[in-house]
């Protein structure tokens, strides 16, 4: 018996060096092989193959990785400070760098250099931060950089999410302490077909944009997505999928890290809290916080002050108890065990510092057309969260245009949708400096435009610009700009195919023993406080319409939560959002019907080729001259048909009058080809002579090759003078370049048809041009 085991793994160990690419479940059995070189090839249900390497590049830092996919390289490294710096919280730092030189492109800025972080890398920032924070230890507060550097980016295959694996790697095979490895993959919809890792050219045809980062046991660590209406059906058909995957991932990392992972530091243990002082805190507190988070007359800044003064007056009981104690350690513990209060509270109870119950929504109220020069507006106030929305619309020139490495990832060159979130100091009553938008508040603005796009209509005239001010805040101010953007687009006359609105949905969690792999007990809350969100374990957010979702966001605190609980906050989120929608329909049911004077139009212009010069004028200088006085835009289609953009009826009705009137200047006789005029020269040059055929026209050139049946050299051989009269016959105008086509040496031998004097328009002129022109003929026979 022992001997069959013992050939058994000798031929296993043969077919494992002889079949390196074996199926996942042959790889699965031989996961405690050490590997031979520091890389490991993981292979996807679709067929593709993830490798992940380390040990060539940046050995300076704590630990350094390579993630391959296709032809696109991201390197990550992360490097820890040896000493603890005493913060309170975990100083964690990622940067993400797109280089254009990794897309083999120049950037187009000034100095033809990488400046500073775009919108795309903050957001993919964003995301790798949001993967691995959770997964350190509680004691771990060391200075930590994480560094995603792309190496090489093909047009299949997206960078950020290797950059999550790449960081999982790396802190993997550091000696850095972290309870990872993490997994993440994205996972696109096709014709209702999950598909992992998508390329770019099925996100195209996809109707979902999920990335999924999961640990060990299928626990999920963070959510990020947006999607075109996708049902809950699917989308948790999508979650399954992504975090099965995610777990081959999770594999090959621990292999990596089995064979080449450095050993851990040991964590500087925290300065222990005296066990007479926990008890001192909790007895001169604990009734005293159970008190205020039953009063259900508090609001959040009334409750925050109460919750303040109690820790002032234990902090200074239980110091003059205890003078040897450190104040800091005192107001330390205090907060500690004010988070351990409330949390035990809603777990016992049920029922929140609010009065709600588990499921329940705060007094929602909105209104819309707020202030009558505005487009469309709308003012969504949910609780102690107000969230005011402006849309302005625009020409399509005023579209937002994308650097290069952000069109090769997004595949747009523009957006003429997009919105813009603001969260001042004073919305939650403080004071700071108004400057640059914060990372923050574009995280947020960038969701709440996912959660929008889908229904807003593709082909628009106009480019849409959302601005959402977040005047007060106690929680979920993303998911309000949601509501609040989608009736001020309705107000402003935008044709949207349905409502959009959007919830926070939080998590308080209990585990056995402190273990966060034995899930004890939890309660789900229906849109989130600002306070639940602090004391809470997960922030959920989710938006969308009643058929489906739109965007998802899930930041969640604990290392991973099961499906399960994923699956039914997805469920509460749905049933929340059709409360929302449904007092939303009220208030926008009858103000969408009214059509306001300040709503831009469109038009179209045609001309002929030749007007071209005239309507644009010297440099442009009549569309300008437009644009200044009545606010119209004109943007060309093509040569004879321009756009009409005007901020109102009454401009455009004055921008067509300007128009009608610089046209009509230009307006000329009706010319018959083959027929014979005279016309008038106006300039000599080298090439022939500038005739017009009428007083307003632009001189056109008549070329000395046709000006006489020999050949000269100079018009003036002929004794042509400015002013001198001469015939010429007309044949149409060039197809390309408008100007008109004139010959005098075709008149040279019989003449075919009557002159015409168009100088010459009264009754008395007309009578002597006829003379003329019988003149002319008989000269012509002669």
Known sequence: MLHNIARLSQCRKKAHQIFPHLTRFTRRRFATTPLETPEVDIALSTGRV????????????????????????????AVAKQKSQNASFLPLVVDYRQKSAAAGRIPTNFLRRELGPSEKEILSARLVDRSIRPLFPADFRYDTQIVCNMLAIDSANPPDVQAING??????????????????????????????????????????????????????????????????????????????E??????????????????????????????????????????????????????????????????????????????????GVISETFNKFVKSVFREMLLEENRRCDGRGLDDLRKISCSVNLHKPLHGSALFQRGQTQVFC???????????????????????????????YEFPPYATGETGKIGPIGRREIGHGALAERGLVPIIPNEHPFTIRLTSEVLESNGSSSMATVCAGSMALMDAGVPVQEAAAGVAIGLITKYENDDTKHLQDYRILTDLLGIEDYMGDMDMKVAGTRRGMTAIQADIKVPGIPLKVVMEALQKSM??????????????????TVRKDCW??????????????????????????????TGVQLTPEDETSFRIFAPSEAAMHEAKEYLENLLKAEKIPDLEFGAIYTARIVELRDTGVMVTLYPSMPPTLLHNSQLDQRKIAHPSALGLQVGTEIQVKYFGRDPVSGYMRLSRKVLQGPATAMIRNLDRPTAATAASGMNQTNDGVDQAKS
Not at 68 to 77: E, L, N, P, Y
Not at 220 to 230: C, F, H, P, S, Y
Not at 576 to 591: N, P, S, V, W
Request: hydrophobic residues 40%.
């Open 50 to 77: 993830l490798r992940i390497s380390s040990g060539k590049y940046a050995r300076f830092a704590d630990g350094c990785s390579v993630v391959t996919i296709g032809d696109t390289a991201v390197m990550v490294t």
């Open 167 to 244: 960081a999982s790697a790396a802190l993997a095979l550091s000696d850095i302490p972290w309870n990872g490895p993490v997994g993440a993959v994205r996972v696109g919809l096709v014709d209702n077909e999950v598909i992992v890792n998508p390329t770019r050219k099925e996100m195209q045809l996809s109707a979902l944009d999920l990335v999924i980062t999961a640990t060990r046991q299928n626990l999920v660590v963070m959510l990020e997505g947006r999607g075109n209406v996708v049902n809950e059906n699917e989308l948790r058909m999508a979650i399954k999928k992504g975090t099965k």
């Open 246 to 327: 995610a777990q081959h991932i999770i594999n090959g990392i621990e292999r990596l890290q089995k064979s080449f992972g450095k050993p851990k530091r040991p964590i500087e243990p925290l300065p222990a809290v005296d066990e007479t002082i926990q008890n001192a805190v909790r007895t001169m507190s604990e009734m005293r916080l159970r008190e205020i988070f039953r009063d259900f007359s508090h609001d959040k800044f009334s409750r925050d002050q109460a919750v303040s003064n109690a820790r002032t007056d234990t902090i200074d009981k239980v110091w003059s108890s205890y003078p040897t104690a450190d104040p």
């Open 390 to 420: 402006t849309v302005a619309l625009d020409s399509p020139e005023s579209a937002l245009r994308l650097d290069p490495i952000a069109s090769l990832d997004s595949g747009m060159k523009s957006k003429n949708f997009f919105l813009h």
């Open 575 to 592: 049933e929340a959002r059709f409360k929302i929608l449904d007092l939303m329909d009220e208030t926008i049911g009858a103000a969408r």
């Open 600 to 629: 831009p139009v469109t038009d179209r212009l045609v001309i002929e080729a030749h007007q071209r010069s005239k309507l644009l004028g010297p440099g442009g200088t009549n569309l300008r001259r437009l644009y200044l006085e």
